[in-house]
Structure formats: structure tokens, C-alpha cells
Nanobody
Framework: QARLLESGGGLVQAGGSLRVSCAASGRYAMGWFRQAPGKEREFVAG???????TDYTDSVKGRFILSRDAANTVYLQMNTLKPEDTAVYYC??????????????????????WGQGIQVTVST
């Protein structure tokens, strides 16, 4: 059973930056999803088990950067934030299992574990 601990959310003005972190208890393929009020949860970014591949939803490409350190903490650096980035952000983890270590997973149903969620609010 994975343990995922998210941190770093908060309030920031439009155009600013924020970094959210997810400390994982082991090595997994990781993803960040978000859910804004009244909207469905959506994929934001993902990183493969071996860190070879990352993927981003179109609306954050060029603004968000996903990375992982040697302690299995995943960082989502969010730059040039917009009010429409306001949401609860969730960190998800997927066991390697029989999957390719280079795969990035864009559906929440492919993941095995969820973090508790962290609020990111971007003001105008």
C-alpha cells in the first residue's frame, strides 16, 4: 500500500508560480490530476516509472514541469498560473506491475493509489 503525501498548495496571483509536491513511499508511475468546482477531474501531468517520459495536458504545456527526485518525491512546478488553474490537485501512483516502465498514464482509472488532494487557488 503506497503512502502519498501532498504539500505546497495555496493561494497565488495570476501570473505567479507555485510548486506542489507528492512524497511517495516507493517508486511508481505518477500522475497529477485536478478537479475544479463544478467540473470533472482531469489529467494534468504524468511521469513514467523510469522518469524517461512525461506528458502534459495541452492547457499546461509550456507552463508546468513535472519532475522526481531520488527520494521518490514528485514535484509539479506551475508557472504563469491562470485563474482557470484553480482546483484541488491530486497525486496518483501506479504500481509498475506488467506495465512498461516508460509508460505515462492519462486516466485516473489506471492508477492504484491516491493522495488526499491539495487546494491551489489562483486569484485575478
Amino acid at each position: 500500500q503506497a503512502r502519498l503525501l501532498e504539500s505546497g498548495g495555496g493561494l497565488v496571483q495570476a501570473g505567479g508560480s507555485l510548486r506542489v509536491s507528492c512524497a511517495a513511499s516507493g517508486r511508481y508511475a505518477m500522475g497529477w490530476f485536478r478537479q475544479a468546482p463544478g467540473k470533472e477531474r482531469e489529467f494534468v501531468a504524468g511521469i513514467s516509472w523510469n522518469d524517461v517520459d512525461t506528458d502534459y495536458t495541452d492547457s499546461v504545456k509550456g507552463r508546468f514541469i513535472l519532475s522526481r527526485d531520488a527520494a521518490n518525491t514528485v514535484y509539479l512546478q506551475m508557472n504563469t498560473l491562470k485563474p482557470e488553474d484553480t482546483a484541488v490537485y491530486y497525486c496518483l501512483a501506479k504500481e509498475l506491475g506488467s506495465s512498461s516502465p516508460s509508460s505515462v498514464f492519462g486516466s485516473e482509472y489506471e492508477y492504484d493509489y491516491w493522495g488526499q488532494g491539495i487546494q491551489v487557488t489562483v486569484s485575478t
